[in-house]
Each structure stands twice: as C-alpha cells, then as structure tokens.
C-alpha cells in the first residue's frame, strides 16, 4: 500500500500563502497522477490540481494563476504553493494517488483563510 500524508495547513488572512506538503511511501508506478483534492464545510470534495507521472501539471479554474503544485521524487514529496488565497480557498485539503486501477488517499490538512 501507498501512504500520504499532508501537512501545511493552518490560519491565514485573505490575500496570503499557505505551502502545503504531502509525504508519500515510494511507489513504483509508471502511470499515475498526484493529486490536491478540496473539501469545504457542507461541499462536495473539489479536485485542486495534479501532476502527472511525465510531470505535466494540470490546475481546476478556481485556483489556476494561484496555486503552483511541484513534486520532489528523490524526497517523496509533494507540494502545494497556495498564493492570494480566498476565503473560498477554506477547505481540507488532502493529497492523493490516482492510478489506473486505483487510488490512495491520504489524512487532509485543514486551511483556513479569515480576517
């Protein structure tokens, strides 16, 4: 099995930066995608962003131009970089491994944005 675990969150005002981080157990995959998935109070999960395995990088319109995801293979770890962040942006946010056949999800991180 393939564990995540995120980390990062916390309180920040509207118009600031929050780096999320998610520490995966290694995998060997050759087809897969990491993934930023949001849950707000009362919503339905929304998914954030991902790269994929040939490291192309793909954002939901919500957050595009905002918030950068960026990988390190040699450390297992994956990042969010969450600027000019809204109140809209309050969620938990959990990180994620999409495979063809499957996916892992991991424990979230909980950001909230507030005055």
């Known amino acids: 099995d393939v564990q995540l675990q995120a980390s990062g969150g916390g309180l920040v005002r509207p118009g600031g930066s929050l780096r999320l981080s998610c520490a995966h157990s290694?995998?060997?995959?050759?087809?897969?995608?990491l993934n930023w998935v949001r849950q707000a109070p009362g919503k339905e999960p929304e998914w954030v962003s991902a790269?994929?395995?040939?490291?192309?990088?793909h954002y939901a319109d919500s957050v595009k131009g905002r918030f950068t995801i960026s990988r390190d293979n040699s450390k297992n770890m994956l990042y969010l970089q969450m600027d000019s962040l809204k109140p809209e942006d309050m969620a938990v946010y959990y990180c994620a491994l999409w495979l063809e056949t499957r996916d892992y999800w991991g424990k979230g991180t909980l950001v909230t944005v507030s005055s």
């Open positions: 290694r995998f060997t995959f050759s087809s897969y995608a």
């Open positions: 790269v994929t395995d040939d490291g192309v990088t």
